[in-house]
């Protein structure tokens, strides 16, 4: 690990869709000019809303609760292999791209990301 990038992983609970109770994964990489969050989608362990159906707003909030540059910001949604043997339930990385109005995330876009690529950006 280099002496410029730091890493944080833990549980995050958050208020989904009309203040569920919900939880997902969270790994924050700080590095010099971008802050990766991976947050991970807990299929057993979140009774509330998913990431994907939340991520502007989970975004927003870690902004402001960890001190995040918006500007810094990459946002990246972690779905496990769920072991099965559709594809559906394989793993995926999306980097969400947001708009950013000034106080606020919105208009999410994703763009599908290989664990190779991830690997490579996050080291």
């Known amino acids: 690990m280099h002496s410029s990038t730091n890493y944080i992983d833990f549980i995050h609970n958050y208020l989904g869709l009309w203040e569920s109770p919900s939880r997902c994964g969270l790994k ?3 590095k010099a000019d971008q802050t990766i969050v991976i947050a991970t989608e807990l299929y057993d362990n979140n009774p509330g809303t ?3 159906d939340c991520n502007a707003q989970l975004a927003t909030e870690l ?3 960890k001190n ?5 910001l990459v946002f990246i949604e972690h779905t496990p292999d769920r072991g099965s043997k ?3 339930y394989d793993e995926t990385f999306f980097i969400v791209h947001f708009d950013w ?3 606020k995330f919105g208009n999410p876009q994703w ?6 690529e991830i690997d ?3 080291n």
């Open 28 to 30: 924050i990489i700080e």
């Open 50 to 52: 998913s990431v994907t």
């Open 63 to 65: 902004c402001l609760e």
């Open 68 to 72: 995040i540059d918006p500007k810094k």
């Open 86 to 88: 559709l594809a559906f």
């Open 101 to 103: 109005d000034g106080t």
């Open 111 to 116: 763009e599908e990301k290989t664990k190779a």
């Open 120 to 122: 490579f950006l996050i």
